[in-house]
């Protein structure tokens, strides 16, 4: 049983990797068209590039959407909580599959690592803007999933002291 609850979790997390990877570097085109105009020529060449689009600098759109944007509510929840949300399930589901990763400060790092290289590939090919607060936000996430990861470790082994007690 142990074998096919882990078969099934890491197909799981393998189908989540492609919904969230599609999500975010695949959210204004299809895979098919940016293939299609890739010019490996030109892709590095960032000499008509408007670094202005790209944010560098930390809570400055966090700041923005909460207290400044003049924009509907639902764009602001919409990029604040779903930069959160999208990585829950990777700090809930990595230190499940992967026992190395039972730690918070790997859980981090293994965010961060994910994250910076969907915001690397976005700065990289131009598709979508390379924003340090969805590092940020990211991160936030996957802490946020590997909580009730570490609570239910911690009630699993309480229950599992108090029962080799009895």
Request: with cysteine; glycine share 4%.
């Amino acid at each position: 049983m142990r074998i096919f609850a882990k078969i099934v979790i890491s197909l799981l997390f393998c189908f989540y990797l492609f919904v969230l990877t599609y999500r975010i570097l695949f959210k204004y085109l299809p895979p098919t068209i940016l293939i299609s105009n890739l010019h490996f020529t030109e892709m590095f060449d960032y000499t008509g590039i408007n670094w202005q689009d790209h944010n560098f600098i930390p809570f400055k759109t966090i700041i923005y959407y909460l207290f400044l944007a003049d924009i509907n509510l639902d764009i602001r929840v919409t990029n604040l909580a779903g930069n959160i949300i999208g990585f829950v399930p990777f700090g809930f589901m990595l230190p499940i599959l992967i026992k190395r990763f039972n730690n918070l400060t790997v859980i981090i790092i293994a965010t961060f690592t994910l994250s910076l290289t969907y915001e690397l590939f976005q700065l990289l090919f131009r598709y979508g803007t390379f924003d340090i607060d969805d590092l940020i936000l990211n991160i936030l996430g996957g802490v946020l999933g590997y909580i009730p990861f570490r609570i239910i470790i911690n009630l699993k082994k309480k229950y599992l002291t108090k029962s080799a007690s009895l």
